[in-house]
């Protein structure tokens, strides 16, 4: 066998390639000169095209000649060699070429991907689903189905009475896609009527479900720091795994207001591209929870060196898993999952089944967590036939505004 020498790990091919299955997706498909083939998810949400460019302007042309074998070459030659660092466009074109040559090798390993981060550490990932309701009733169903399901841990979200879209919530009766139309859609926000809902939902899903599920909950950046600070408290009865983006991250030093008032766990991190966005939180022992995952943080490679950082201070992980990174992502993830030492939670949405046929992929479900497979690499490939029936469609994320017109956070 000769396609490890490092002739053979020699990139001749690079692709980008853009689908949308029901959501856009951007996927990086890297081939050496013996044939051997990585995948790496390059999905930003809204912002699809400009990293494909990004990465077909200025990557690609790179890639060609090098040694797939070289993961951290190629990843310092990404970042540091950029000089314009850091951001999500860049950070998740970084993530593709990264995690596409993690898959490559594996491959040439024969293993799956876990083993060459060091192995097995569980069996598989707790993960947690999403139930949104129209109002707190129909919310507690959508729990129940959950938990009939297998999930162990699920997020709640419920419609706010009086506003016409909340974060979360399906308006059109199918499951909940964060980018519905081309243009942003203009939601309202009111932060008083939230509020006084989410206690309410909290206090109701325990009364309903007792206390062994886990249950989580995503503000979505949306409060103040006192507000956030008051919400974390008045949850605290109902003892939440976490409280989401309770409030922007922009400024770390925020996070010490919620924390000198409660002992409710914080999680943080899907917007974040780098381990420079966490540093303070992290190291004050602000959050409990890092979601910065693979795909908008520069790869494994990366997110690794996140992670141990991470654990020194006892903060644990527990990944963005929207429907917005694609399976791709996920594969990587699980694997990840399956190794990190430090692991929280995992989360999951489910994709769409035309999502699921364009990337065939090894990971199953089963009481409540999600297992990755035991081929070569990260389990995930694509089928680029049937991606091809599926071009892409131009969707952005909503926009936010209080009831008097003011732009507010989404
Ligand atoms: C989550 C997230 C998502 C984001 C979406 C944006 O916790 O799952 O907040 O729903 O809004 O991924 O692209
Ligand atoms: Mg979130």
Redesign the pocket.
């Known amino acids: 066998m000769t396609e490890g020498s490092p002739r053979d790990r020699e990139i001749v091919n690079a692709r980008v390639i853009v689908t949308c299955p029901g959501r856009n997706f951007v996927t990086l498909r890297i081939e050496t000169r013996a044939g051997i083939v990585g995948l790496g998810d390059a999905t930003l949400n809204g912002r699809e095209l400009a990293v494909a460019a990004y990465l077909q302007e200025h990557i690609v042309p790179n890639l060609i000649g090098r040694d797939a074998g070289r993961i951290e070459d190629t990843w310092q030659f990404f970042y540091r060699g950029a000089y314009w660092r850091r951001g999500p466009v860049t950070m998740t074109a970084i993530a593709a070429v990264d995690v596409a040559l993690w898959d490559i090798v594996a491959k040439l390993a024969g293993m799956p991907l876990y083993q060459m981060l060091g192995g097995r550490s569980r069996e598989g990932a707790l993960v947690y689903g999403h139930a949104n309701g129209r109002d707190i009733a129909e919310t507690s169903d959508e729990v129940r189905r959950h938990i009939e399901r297998g999930f162990r841990a699920v997020r709640a979200q419920c419609a706010v009475p009086g506003l016409e879209k909340t974060y979360g919530i399906s308006s059109s009766g199918k499951a909940y896609e964060p980018a519905e139309s081309a243009l942003p859609l203009e939601t309202q926000w009111s932060t008083p009527q939230y509020l006084r809902l989410v206690p309410e939902l909290f206090e109701r899903l325990r009364v309903d479900h007792g206390n062994d599920v886990e249950l989580l909950h ?1 503000a ?1 950046h949306r409060l103040t720091p006192i507000e956030a600070a008051r919400l974390a408290r008045d949850l605290e009865p109902y003892r939440l795994f976490w409280l ?2 309770a409030t922007p991250a922009e400024n770390q030093r925020a996070f010490e207001l919620i924390r000198r008032h409660s002992v409710t766990p914080l999680a943080v991190g ?1 917007v974040f591209n780098s381990i420079w966005d966490c540093k303070h939180l992290i190291e004050q022992q602000l959050i409990d929870f890092i ?1 910065t995952t693979i795909v908008h943080a520069g790869g494994i490679t990366h997110v690794r060196r996140l992670a141990d950082f991470a654990a020194l201070h006892q903060v644990r992980t527990g990944f ?1 898993g ?1 429907t917005d990174l694609s399976p791709v992502c996920m594969g990587a993830a699980l694997h990840f999952d399956a190794w990190v030492p430090n692991f929280g939670i995992q989360e999951w949405m489910l994709h769409s089944q035309e999502t699921d046929a364009v990337f065939p992929h090894d990971y199953v479900f089963r009481d409540g967590r999600l297992f990755c497979g035991e081929s070569p690499g990260h389990g995930v490939t694509i089928d680029e036939k049937l991606a091809a029936k599926f071009p892409y469609v131009p969707k952005q994320l909503p926009v936010a505004r209080l009831a008097d017109g003011t732009m507010w956070d989404w």
């Open positions: 995503d979505h989401e983006d899907e979601r963005h929207a």
